[in-house]
């Protein structure tokens, strides 16, 4: 499984660079690799005077296991995050899962072209599925 992770880490580069929404005004989100472990994000949601950052998300390689690192800067106390374990993955695509987590419950990043990407945030309920999505066109 080592080589597995670290092969499928080492694919993720088609997540690096500014990325804007077509669908979310004004939101925006931001991924580097910073090191053999770790590719850091930024969600940014700025208006003509002011960018606030929502969450620094980090995808980051641990113990032979690929882990979506969620750090909302709204909803959690300083140094506090969720963890979604990569349930799923192809050369184009990430699926991550918590299900303790209350939303969402599944993260899904996929690659449409090099300059597209689409997000998709599942939580289960009982009242079904409840889904949203967005698009993001790469910017730098």
């Not at 106390?77 to 799923?88: H, I, M, N, Q, Y």
Request: hydrophobic share 30%.
């Amino acid at each position: 499984m080592q080589n597995d992770s670290k092969k499928t880490f080492n694919n993720l580069h088609w997540l690096e660079g500014k990325w804007k929404s077509n669908d979310v005004t004004n939101y925006t989100e931001i991924w580097k690799r910073v090191n053999d472990t770790c590719y850091e994000g930024l969600s940014l949601n700025s208006d003509a005077s002011d960018s606030l950052v929502e969450e620094r998300p980090k995808i980051v390689m641990r113990h032979n296991s690929i882990l979506f690192v969620s750090e909302i800067e709204e909803q959690t106390v300083e140094g506090l995050t969720r963890d979604f374990a990569l349930k799923s993955s192809s050369p184009d695509s990430l699926v991550f899962t918590n299900n303790a987590a209350n939303y969402p419950n599944m993260i899904t990043y996929k690659k449409i072209s090099d300059t597209t990407l689409k997000v998709r945030m599942d939580r289960k309920s009982s009242d079904g599925l409840i889904q949203f999505e967005y698009t993001l066109q790469k910017i730098k």
